[in-house]
């Protein structure tokens, strides 16, 4: 990556050329460059804003006065004779597709196409908006095409590589990877944490642990302070695979202490030193140390970290009691602080249901903890009840709307919050129980939970329900068939891709009256899980259920504002329904 300084004056450089006496063949490398260089200065000074409230940096996409001149240059390098009309068209395309115009994209692909057939970056191109198409057979076919024209294209390699992986074939996204990583930098860093997550859900434990180890040692692939930062995050990621799935905390401790040497705010390398401490069963170690992230992130009272460490906190330092009957528990009988009621009178309860242990499925890290710290961050808020369920198989899954109805029945205002696997067949959208396994679609009619039976059982609230659906990711049936095959197989090399569900989830036809229905991301789409303790769409929606008195629209539009800004705009939820006019969080209680 180019320093800004280097971007100016390779720009100046480029100018220099333009202004002389230079032939048209050099006058087009010239324009290539210096509009390369303007479109990389916009880019990089939109990451280079500032931080949100839990120092998440704030990405500002470019828009397309600011990338004027940069289409300007490349319109004078498509106009002139020259080797480079086809970069010159694959670059437009690059900035068509930053800026959303598809349509101009497609169109220039083609052109880009027919200029340079020997390259391979405007298949690349195709594919991307043949996924965005969601063709994903004409996407593996461009990509493949890729390939062959240039096997050493780090970019070709690692797009179809990380479409191989959704697809679940994984074996052949594994060999992508590793061609992509002996290519160096750029390529070799991010290829070997893609690769890290391939061997998780082929089951080679070692093998992920070892490439993210080998990852967070690279070096000169990016400004030393993001290398930093870098770094020390790949480490608190090897040190929780360390300590949950190889049951190392020796080694998983190591791995903390490290990313607290390279970044002394990183408060997962912390957070898991406590969770360490408390394996060890050293309870005060574990104490001090959540203590410690609390009193050093006063400042940022919505950061993740910190109010994961204030639920772990509260469980160790509060009495527990006997557990509610059923797949609920009430979070405050697990150390949470008990809610004072609401200073507007209205009763609000909150179920939480985190999915994340999943038995022949990819299991989903996030989910549990997501879960906890959302019960925590509403109990804090003052909700008069915040239930709990975990891992729930299909009989008490199943179990839930039942329950749901009966405590909405009793309250003004009921959020129901659900992270987990979910999928669409037949325009139905189902909740998926850890034991799942079904071999159609039509086994999701007994062995899952339609969605629309838990919408129908929260709009008994009273005054308003709010159903928050972090389900939205690839279909984890056709990747779980593919696992099980490449587990198997010695080779994929000439396998197709695998029969899919729809990706993501269904629209929702109907919405009770006075609820609304929010996704994490769109209809048909897939949410990103992220790269660290919990999703973009949880961050996002904690700052927003952390502000009192924020009525059912605002925290819908807030949290819709937060992903698009955390995702560099890749992701946007979709909400459904009418929001009542009551306010969804409490107020704060007078002094």
Partial sequence: MLSASELAAAESACSRVLSGTADASDRQKAAFFRGLMRFLQVVQSGMAQDTDEQGAPIYSPPKHGQLRQALADIETAIGLDGPMKGDALALRVTVNQVLGNSAQAQ???????????????PYVQRALEHERARNIDAALSDLDRAVAIDPASGVALSARATLLRRLGLLVRARADFIAAAALGPPFRRLALIH???????????????????????????????????????LLVRAGDLALEKLKNPAAAEEHYRDAGQLAGDNWGGVLGLARVAETRGDRAAAIALYKRILAATEATPKLYERMLASFRLKQLTTPMKRSDAGPFRSAFDVGVTAGKGSPDGLKRIALIIGQGDYRTLASLPNPPRDAAVMANALADMGFDAVEIAENLDVADLRSVPAMVAKKAAQADVVLVFYAGHGVEAAGVNYLIPVDAAPKSDDDLKTGALALTDLTAAAAWAKRGALVIVDACRDDPFAEARAVVASRAAASQKKDAALPRLHPGLATMATVASNSVVLYSTAPGEAALDGEGLDSPFVRALLETLTTPNQTFATVVRDTTAGVVRKTDGQQRPAAYGVAPPVALLPPIAPE
């Fill in 107 to 121: 169109v220039d692909i083609g052109k880009a196409i027919d200029a340079a057939p020997g390259s391979a970056t």
């Fill in 195 to 233: 690769k890290s997550e391939v061997e998780l859900r082929a089951g080679d434990l070692k093998a992920a642990y070892d490439d993210l180890l080998t990852a967070a040692r690279e070096g000169g692939d990016m400004t030393a302070v993001t290398q930093t930062v870098t770094n020390a995050d």
